[in-house]
């Protein structure tokens, strides 16, 4: 029986992302189903040290043709010899790439002038994931600003060396959503971002709160996502009048937080969201006294916007390893002055913090992509 490619795509996309066989299986039963398997074997691929001579083997300069249904493609190759330009006789074939990801390598300085390779799909990636890498300033922004399309740009503890390389900005606005761990960066220029004109409208910063970098966003910025502060920080948010969602990744409060969440000033908010509430020794810290003066922070906030003309139910999610909000720790008898007010729906879902890098951890070490 013959069935549309649409309708098979559907079938095919209730089988679990790691279960190759089943698709490999599904390309062998007739021509009409080759085409909706590979879209979707291939959709995906991981290239890393111990596969790179295997994937090379089964994807010739004259196969490449099983490339065009690559979507995500990382590149997870280290040493001073394996940079991008390994990959530039087929880079073309990847026309309709959406991700790109680097993880533990070096991109060359020089890919400047050499922005051709990436020319396939120059409209078409909207995400960017640069993972333990090592590049040059003027290499990542010839890079960002390459692609214009580019919606979501993930740096995570990755290697900067400044250089005065006569590279141009960006011939467009940086926007969509910048997650950024500073965590174990080494050398990445704040002041030099934020010369850049950068309209993000989604902001996560974890390893330090940047005054500067949230600022540079803020008559854009709809979601805010810290996770610490230094003491020397002074956040304030009175001035980011889209705010919608706010997020805090934190093991225990901080004056700092608290002030954050007490400049709010948009009445456009609509959520806040605290994650990351156990301790090392697995206490639920929304059992801490420390959290009781959560309710006063917020409904005082609340009650400040609503006198500006707040006219939202203000969402507060509680992301913790836990089902339940503690032990003796009962919804109607937590933040009271919430329940009083019907001021807040709270939600309590699992802790899953997650990284984008998070992700390519788990597609490389758990999916079995890792290969073509």
């Known amino acids: 029986m ?24 599904c390309s062998l039963v007739s021509k009409s189903w080759l085409q909706p398997s590979r879209r979707l074997l291939f959709a995906r691929i991981i290239i890393e040290s111990t596969t ?40 073309p074939s990847f026309f309709q790439l959406q991700q790109l990801s680097f993880c533990f390598t070096n991109i060359e300085p020089t890919i400047y002038e050499h922005l051709e390779w990436f020319s396939a799909f120059q409209h078409t990636l909207s995400r960017l994931y640069f993972a333990h890498v090592l590049i040059t300033w003027s290499a990542f922004v010839a890079l960002i600003g390459y ?21 141009p900005p960006p011939p467009h606005a940086l926007r969509g959503k910048l997650s950024i761990t500073f965590r174990d960066m080494i ?62 990744a934190t093991t225990y409060p901080q004056q700092q937080e608290w002030t954050l969440i007490s400049s709010i000033t948009s009445t456009n908010l609509q ?43 203000l969402e507060l999610e509680f992301r913790t390893n836990f089902v339940g909000l503690g032990d003796g720790v009962h919804r109607e008898d937590f933040l009271p002055k ?22 390519i951890s788990f597609w490389i070490w758990g999916t079995g992509y890792s290969a073509v």
Request: some cysteine.
């Open 187 to 248: 050398g990445f220029p704040v002041d030099r971002l934020v010369g850049l004109k950068l309209e993000y409208e989604e902001l996560e910063m974890y390893g330090g709160y940047q005054t500067r970098l949230a600022a540079a966003v803020r008559r854009k910025l709809k979601r805010l996502g810290v996770d610490r502060f230094y003491p020397e920080s002074t956040p304030s948010l009175s001035r980011y009048p889209e705010l919608r969602q706010l997020d805090i």
């Open 271 to 313: 959520k806040l969201v605290f994650s990351r509430l156990v301790s090392q020794h697995g206490q639920n810290i929304l059992e801490n006294p420390c959290w009781i003066s959560l309710d006063d922070v917020v409904c005082g906030l609340v009650d400040r916007l609503q006198a500006s003309g707040y006219k939202h139910t």
């Open 147 to 167: 692609f214009p399309n580019l919606r979501d740009l993930n740096i995570f503890r990755s290697s900067f060396q400044v250089d005065d390389l006569p590279v």
């Open 2 to 25: 013959h069935l549309p490619e649409e309708l098979l795509d559907e079938i095919f996309g209730h089988l679990p992302p790691d279960d190759r066989r089943s698709l490999q299986n």
């Open 52 to 91: 790179y001579q295997s994937w090379l083997d089964k994807i010739s300069p004259t196969n490449t043709g099983l490339l065009c249904h690559v979507r995500s493609l990382t590149y997870f190759i280290g040493g001073d010899d394996c940079g991008v330009s390994l990959l530039r006789d087929y880079l």
């Open 338 to 359: 919430f329940q009083e007010k019907g001021l807040i729906r709270i939600v309590e879902v699992p802790s899953r913090r997650v990284w984008e890098w998070s992700r």
